[in-house]
Nanobody, 125 residues
Framework: QGQLVESGGGSAQAGGSLRLSCAAP????????MGWFRQAPGKEREAVAAAHFGGGLTYYADSVKGRFTISQDYAKNTVYLQMNSLKPEDTAMYYCAASGGYGGSWYESSRYAYWGQGTQVTVSS
């Protein structure tokens, strides 16, 4: 943990937008999967989105499908999470993660070996 650096969190009104960024060292950025997870107080960490950029594949939790978009800037070793149409239930600490060559589904945290420190997103109604 600590090798990925998230930014872009903050406060927004319901219906608003935020964009999270995750900067990674090159040797980590070129992992197979990059993902975003979130954890709200009193709740378990849940997967939000992930991407296998080499394969052109993206994955989203049902709760954010159609509202969130994961993308990358390869030249900057940066992954983004564009969050639109935000809802109060999106309030959580958001974490960026990079896979460690382990198996598992995109939404399983055990697949990921590298984590950021988290960035807080708060959505008010």
């Amino acid at each position: 943990q600590g090798q990925l650096v998230e930014s872009g969190g903050g406060s927004a009104q319901a219906g608003g937008s935020l964009r999270l960024s995750c900067a990674a060292p090159g040797n980590i950025y070129r992992r197979n999967f990059m993902g975003w997870f979130r954890q709200a107080p009193g709740k378990e960490r849940e997967a939000v989105a992930a991407a296998h950029f080499g394969g052109g594949l993206t994955y989203y939790a049902d709760s954010v499908k159609g509202r969130f978009t994961i993308s990358q800037d390869y030249a900057k070793n940066t992954v983004y999470l564009q969050m639109n149409s935000l809802k109060p239930e999106d309030t959580a600490m958001y974490y960026c993660a990079a896979s460690g060559g382990y198996g598992g589904s995109w939404y399983e945290s055990s697949r990921y070996a590298y984590w950021g420190q988290g960035t807080q997103v708060t959505v008010s109604s």
